[in-house]
């Protein structure tokens, strides 16, 4: 059994939140994570991918979803650190992809050692 | 021999600094025949690092003959320090495009007020990685008197995962950047060259 710790992201001062309501010409967001056998806490990318829209970012056509990892072993602290990031981000983008109404071309691509992290935790994109 | 000289047709000058201990002066004196060059790549790991005798060619007043048509800058050489990179930088005004991704690292030590002097455009691609993710380096492109317009902005952490320079950085952009792209590797420790400068 997979106990998952709460991971809300809590910025600890304004600038080191990514807030893209404020970048009126975006077109195209990557975001990369390379995960170690401890897994690594990725909620900058759910984080910005929330404020993300289609009212403050109208020419939003790309999004690249980037993530691997540098072990294939399932060690418990590398799932919790992960889960709940992985569970949101999965959710940011589903709202994405209803809110753009498919204008948003979503790319995700993972290795086979983060996919077996991602089969761990039923997380799908 | 300047005029019989094909260099004209250079676009692309990549100097492979890192390797050598001491540029032959008559490289340097061709540098400023590369009169169209559009991108100037600084590469090569120091196999004598600097502050131990190595690379004070660097220095030398012939070397900053840059053409001025220079619209790309590549630094990828633990040979030369950011305020080396601000120097050269500063020979560009019409740069456009940016890539830190080594640096020497000179330990302890704060450069405020180094961007002040840079006229470049920035305007195109600025990609840091690694330890070039720093305060140092933000800052100085921050203090930039006519600002950033950097429409693509791709940054590379090894130690971070989002550090407030990055941030800081991306605001700065935010009225021009079109493409965005932020990579967090957790697996890679950043390389260990440090000294005393």
């Known amino acids: 059994m997979l106990i998952l710790s709460p991971d809300v992201y809590r910025p600890d001062t304004f600038e080191r939140f990514l807030d893209l309501t404020r970048f009126p010409n975006i077109q195209e967001v990557a975001f990369g994570f390379r995960a170690d056998r401890k897994g690594g806490r990725p909620p900058w990318i759910p984080a910005a991918l929330s404020t993300l829209g289609s009212a403050t970012s109208p020419r939003l056509s790309v999004i690249k979803l980037n993530f691997t990892s540098s072990t294939g072993v399932l060690a418990e602290t590398m799932i919790t650190n992960l889960g709940n990031n992985l569970r949101w981000i999965a959710d940011e983008v589903a709202r994405i992809e209803r809110e753009f109404e498919g204008a948003v071309n979503f790319t995700v691509l993972t290795d086979s050692r983060f996919e077996a992290v991602l089969d761990a935790l039923n997380v799908r994109f | ?197």
């Open chain 2, 1 to 197: 021999m300047r005029e019989e000289s094909p260099a004209h047709h250079v676009k692309d000058l990549r100097l492979h600094i890192g390797e050598h201990t001491r540029i032959p002066e008559k490289i340097l004196e061709c540098i400023p025949w590369f009169t169209d060059v559009d991108m100037i790549s600084l590469l090569g790991y120091a196999v004598v690092p600097l502050g131990y005798g190595g690379f004070s060619p660097l220095w030398e007043p012939l070397f900053w003959k840059l053409p001025m048509s220079v619209r790309s800058l590549t630094v990828n050489t633990s040979a030369v320090t950011l305020l080396q990179v601000r120097d050269i930088m500063a020979q560009l005004p019409n740069l456009d495009d940016l890539v830190l991704s080594r640096l020497a690292e000179v330990g302890g030590r704060k450069l405020p007020g180094i961007g002040t002097v840079l006229k470049g455009k920035f305007g195109g691609r600025l990609m840091l990685s690694g330890e070039c993710v720093c305060e140092d380096v933000v800052n100085m492109l921050l203090e930039i008197p006519s600002g950033l317009r950097f429409v693509e902005l791709d940054i590379y952490c090894t130690h971070d995962p989002l550090p407030s320079s990055a941030v800081r950085l991306a605001r700065a952009c935010r009225k021009t950047l079109v493409k965005l792209s932020h990579t967090v590797d957790y697996h890679r420790k950043p390389y260990s060259f440090s000294y005393s400068g």
